[in-house]
């Protein structure tokens, strides 16, 4: 009778606590995973993915050292369906992966704990990186419309998203008095 009503009271609270615990990420309770480092932005890709890592959750998770929970969904560009995952820490985005031809092509960086080489970091104004936008800088289109979009110094694959409030029209890029103010919400490595 008595491992009855411990079935009794254990049970909803087993059945209630399945979904919850599978969004733990469990690699992150590791001790060795404690003092573990940020992944870096480089030329090669963020940390350990890069182009020639698969576009699957396996592949992509061991890349990301099991950092990070993943979920994968689908969208169109360019009238394609294209498979992308999101790492998530916690119920934030930290990056999104997009891929081509079965690898990844694509990674947005929307975590200010992950940074360049540099030490740029997501939440830096313009003017910590760039002088004037000219020469290095154009409008940002598509979803990023309304930012401009500027290629890293000395980088072939990485590039800034900088974001921030400007009314003058749409598809024109701002001057670089107001710019020197916007803060970077994407590192693009591509």
């Keep these: 009778m008595k491992s009855l009503r ?9 059945l209630g606590g399945c979904s919850t615990l599978s969004a733990v990420n469990w690699s992150a309770a590791n001790p060795w995973n404690w003092f573990s480092s940020s992944p870096e932005v480089s030329e ?59 690898t990844v092509s694509r990674i947005e960086v929307l975590d200010a704990s992950i940074e360049t080489a ?18 290095h800088c154009v409008s940002a289109t598509g979803d990023d419309s309304g930012s401009v979009l500027c290629r890293a110094k000395d980088s072939q694959h990485i590039s800034y998203l900088f974001s921030g409030d400007w009314s003058g029209p749409q598809g024109l890029m701002p001057p670089d008095d107001t710019l020197k103010n916007w803060t970077l919400s994407k590192i693009i490595w591509q």
Excluded: H, W
């Design 6 to 14: 411990l079935v009794i009271c254990a049970l909803p609270l087993a």
């Design 118 to 135: 540099d030490g740029v970091k997501i939440g830096v104004p313009f003017s910590d990186v760039f002088g004037k936008a000219f020469g």
């Design 44 to 102: 090669q890709g963020v940390g350990a993915l890069t182009a020639t890592t698969a576009l699957d959750e396996k592949a992509i998770n061991e890349a990301l050292d099991g950092d990070y929970r993943l979920r994968s969904g689908m969208k169109t560009a360019n009238g394609a369906i294209v498979r992308y995952f999101e790492a998530l820490d916690g119920d934030r985005v930290a990056l999104v992966i997009n891929g081509e031809g079965g």
